[in-house]
């Protein structure tokens, strides 16, 4: 199914501006999102088997198979997506975002809604984004974080670009725990805004972020 990527009015800030498709999350076919749940299941369920190899050699061949048919038709690199949020506010990221990628099967699903504050996101994660045994790793963290602090900016602000990102870890972060991951703007100054965000696990922080995000603008 060939999704509609022209939809009819743009806004300052709409990705076709600087010359990006964008897709509406709306008109993503639910026989995609489906197929992305189920490749995220095949990611954890591949890293983490112990079948025999008669059994992963034939499941090697039926998965190239399956990639060939479905790498005849591919999105434009750069292809964004527009999803509302709670309260009616839009927000717009790219369509295979490792971190909330609507169609990316490696995405940790990090669907982030608007509060009072900011952003949050409640997620648990699983042995693909593990580190240290039991535990997170700490890119992952970051790059959670990363994309919580940048969204929050454009949500409150504009779209922009991470220009600087500092990392606390506080405590070791638990596979297979619901994880809050919040976000909110400091402060701006012209096209600068300053952010930060953090993680909790049971209640307790185990990760911070504060961060400069540069807002981005149109070309004339």
């Known amino acids: 199914m060939t999704v509609n990527t022209q939809p009819v009015t743009e806004s300052p800030d709409d990705p076709r ?3 990006l498709p964008l897709v509406d999350a709306h008109a993503i076919p639910a026989e995609l999102r489906t197929l992305v749940s189920r490749v995220h299941d095949l990611v954890d369920a591949v890293a ?13 061949a039926t998965v190239e198979e399956l990639t ?11 292809t964004m997506v527009r999803r509302e949020l709670g309260d009616g506010t839009t927000m717009v990221g790219t369509i295979t975002n490792i971190v909330e990628g609507e169609t990316n099967p490696a995405a940790p699903r990090l669907f982030l809604d608007r509060t009072d ?23 992952w963290i970051a790059a959670m974080l990363d994309q919580a602090v940048g969204s929050v900016s454009a949500v409150e602000t504009s779209p922009g670009l991470t220009a600087k ?14 994880l809050e991951i919040t976000s909110w703007v400091e402060r701006v100054e012209g096209r600068k805004v300053f952010v930060a965000g953090r993680i909790r696990a049971h209640g307790q922080v185990t990760a911070e972020a504060t961060g400069l ?3 981005v603008e149109a070309a004339e």
């Open 48 to 60: 983490n088997t112990e079948v025999d190899t008669d059994t992963l050699a034939e499941t090697a």
């Open 117 to 139: 504050e900011g952003l949050r996101a409640e997620i648990t994660l699983n042995t693909i984004y593990q580190g240290p045994p039991g535990l997170v790793h700490g890119g």
């Open 17 to 19: 501006a600087f010359g």
């Open 165 to 178: 990102l500092e990392i606390n870890y506080r405590r070791p972060t638990p596979l297979f725990t619901p």
């Open 213 to 215: 995000m540069i807002q």
């Open 68 to 78: 060939g048919r479905l790498n005849v038709a591919r999105r434009q690199i750069g």
